[in-house]
């Protein structure tokens, strides 16, 4: 693989391919959720932008724009629809099309191996809870990298383990839609980091020389409006929370023991944890970080009220109302704080550019050189179109040009930034928020045959490559 710096952009299966049961696809959990009465907003991921079908056009479109790298993900349950392992033949050759595509163009893969839908036959025994989930990911892991081989120089494991088990178990608006649940969070979280390793153990079996592999985690490291002690506590609390048990475990091979005996005395009961799984996180950390930017982690000390979970795209949340901020809180460990004079997106999510540069400056000082994609950044928002379908989305380009500007800034200040893609190549489904939260950097028609019209943003970006490519 070049060592050329990636400009890409992002996508993951479940939002953009649709044709969700064919050419033998089984069903992932979040088919069966979308299908389900438990989905209070009815809107499915079946058809979306139908990448299945136009992924020569989508793909072409970004080759047009001067993107050298595209990330997406493999569903899982596309290779392999049944529990009996036997691999579904054209699950393969629709992503060695895609491949084929993306070499025509000199377009680097970087390919997530699960973004949030695991196959239903696993969610049926428990999901990421289930104790067999981690066999049944290496079996996986290891038919796609036996399949694709090198042709994949940028493999991750599983995306944003934290976002997917706070979702999951915590706020409970994905599938399995438990609330609240810290037992079968910190469950979730370790049998993640399992997957992760097995995978990672099964990928060093092929002695790759051009491949490599990392995971994509999806928050920044905590930071406060204060430094006063209490708040700094609150800080490392906050860590423990949706930092710690993923990045340590990925990039160290090893949980720190004070969060350890931190969780104990919460009461989560860690009977499941095992030497044996330990030892395999041990021998199999990552090559790489894949960092998500969207906005910080503040974190105050804990107040009142209890544990509680909110998050931006909870229930019926159509960004109209701007109400649905992000909350969380863990009794006697931390509140999220918010900062009264930063903007927020109509979701309720802060807009806050430095954090790209915080967030690239704290991994850097806590992990040291490891080199980290940023493997998603953008801006969830309404877009109107005019008669030709065109958006002239200002807001996206100023957004990316200001978080471009501190992720450029950090990897000045030494930090081993390697790519960055835009959160997301296309319009496509915003989970739960269906399909009015908008990001793409090309406008999607969902009521005009799937049209797809390259937005501002996306000639924007387009000078940006071309005025950054050799950095
Ligand atoms: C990340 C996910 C993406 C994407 C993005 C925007 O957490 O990895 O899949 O959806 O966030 O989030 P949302 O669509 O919820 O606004």
Redesign the pocket.
């Known amino acids: 693989m070049s060592e050329k710096f990636l400009w890409g952009s992002?996508t993951?299966a479940y939002?953009c391919e649709g044709a969700w049961d064919e050419d033998g696809k089984g069903a992932s959990i979040w088919d069966e959720f979308c299908h389900s009465e438990a989905n209070t907003t009815k809107i499915t991921g079946d058809v979306s932008c139908d990448f299945y079908h136009h992924y020569q056009e989508d793909i072409k479109m970004m080759a047009d724009c001067g993107q050298n790298t595209y990330r997406f993900s493999i569903s899982w349950s596309r290779i392999l629809p049944k529990e009996d392992h036997v691999v579904n033949q054209k699950g393969l050759e629709f992503y060695d099309k895609v491949l084929d595509e993306c070499e025509k163009y000199g377009i680097v893969p970087n390919v997530t191996l699960i973004?949030?839908d695991l196959p239903d036959y696993i969610g049926a025994k428990g999901g990421w809870c289930y104790d067999g989930v981690s066999d049944e990911f290496a079996y996986y892991t290891k038919v796609c990298f036996e399949h694709f081989g090198e042709r994949i120089p940028l493999y991750t494991t599983i995306?944003?383990p934290n976002?997917n088990a706070y979702c999951n178990y915590c706020v409970g608006n994905y599938p399995p839609n438990e609330k609240n649940n810290l037992q079968d969070y910190a469950h979730c979280v370790y049998n993640m980091m399992v997957c992760n390793a097995k995978a990672i153990r099964e990928f060093r079996k092929f002695n790759f020389k051009n491949a490599k592999i990392g995971y994509?985690h999806?928050c920044a490291p905590a930071t406060a409006l204060s430094d006063e002690p209490a708040y700094k506590e609150a800080v490392k609390k906050l860590d423990f929370f949706c930092n710690d048990p993923f990045t340590e475990p990925a990039i160290w091979g090893r949980y720190n023991p004070e969060l350890v005996a931190e969780v104990k005395k919460l009461g989560i009961d860690l009977s499941f944890v095992k030497q044996e799984d330990l030892d395999i996180m041990k021998d199999n950390t990552i090559d790489f970080l894949g960092q998500?930017i969207?906005s910080r982690q503040l974190a105050k000390p804990y107040e009142s009220g209890g544990t509680r979970f909110t998050?931006?795209?909870a229930g019926n949340n159509d960004g109209t109302k701007n109400t649905a901020r992000e909350t969380r809180a863990i009794e006697g460990w931390f509140e999220t704080d918010r900062d009264p004079n930063t903007q927020l997106n109509k979701?309720g999510?802060e807009i806050y550019p430095a954090c790209a540069y915080s967030t690239l400056m704290l991994r850097k000082e806590k992990f040291g050189n490891i080199p980290i994609y940023i493997t998603?950044c953008?801006h969830?928002a309404y877009d109107i179109a005019d008669e030709n379908g065109y958006v002239e989305d200002d807001d996206r380009i100023e957004f990316l040009e200001n978080y471009l500007h501190y992720i450029l800034k950090a990897k000045e200040d030494g930090v081993n930034v390697k790519g960055f893609y835009v959160?997301?190549t296309m319009d496509?489904?915003?989970?739960?928020?269906g399909y009015k939260?908008r990001?793409g950097l090309v406008r999607v028609d969902y009521d005009n045959g799937l049209k797809r019209i390259p937005k501002k943003s996306y000639y924007w970006y387009k000078d940006f490559i071309s005025k950054h490519k050799d950095i």
């Open positions: 992002a993951a939002q973004h949030y995306n944003e976002h994509v999806g998500n969207y998050v931006n795209n979701w999510r998603e953008g969830g959160w997301s496509l489904y915003s989970w739960i928020n939260k990001y």
